[in-house]
Nanobody, 119 residues
Framework: DVQLVESGGGSVQPGGQLKLSCVSS???????????MAWFRQLPGKEREAVAS????????YYADSVQGRFTISQNNAKDTVYLQMESLKFEDTALYYC??????????WGQGTQVTVS
């Protein structure tokens, strides 16, 4: 079974930075053709929003317009850990951040989330 565990959330002042990590177990990217890992965020009562994603084979990335130029998604060499470096944080970045794995067009696996609070 695949498991995802996020860490690195916390409280920070506007303009500050945080780095989130998501460690996966059971995910073997070269056996999952076309898979990608991503970060989402969600506020209470609102829909989950895709923040950034990275394809494990090739490394192409996607960013939401709201974070473009401030956030950077990356993976380790083993492709089993995904990071989200967040710079110039704003009040509106406050949310519960989730990591997820997509395969076959569906987001199959989710972590429990890590809280980011900008205040």
């Amino acid at each position: 079974d695949v498991q995802l565990v996020e860490s690195g959330g916390g409280s920070v002042q506007p303009g500050g930075q945080l780095k989130l990590s998501c460690v996966s177990s059971g995910y073997v990217y070269n056996s999952w053709s076309g898979s990608c890992m991503a970060w989402f965020r969600q506020l209470p009562g609102k829909e989950r929003e895709a923040v950034a994603s990275i394809f494990s084979a090739g490394g192409s990335t996607y960013y939401a317009d709201s974070v473009q130029g401030r956030f950077t998604i990356s993976q380790n060499n083993a492709k089993d850990t995904v990071y989200l470096q967040m710079e110039s944080l704003k009040f509106e970045d406050t949310a519960l951040y989730y990591c997820a794995i997509q395969y076959g067009g569906s987001w199959l696996y989710w972590g429990q989330g890590t809280q980011v609070t900008v205040s």
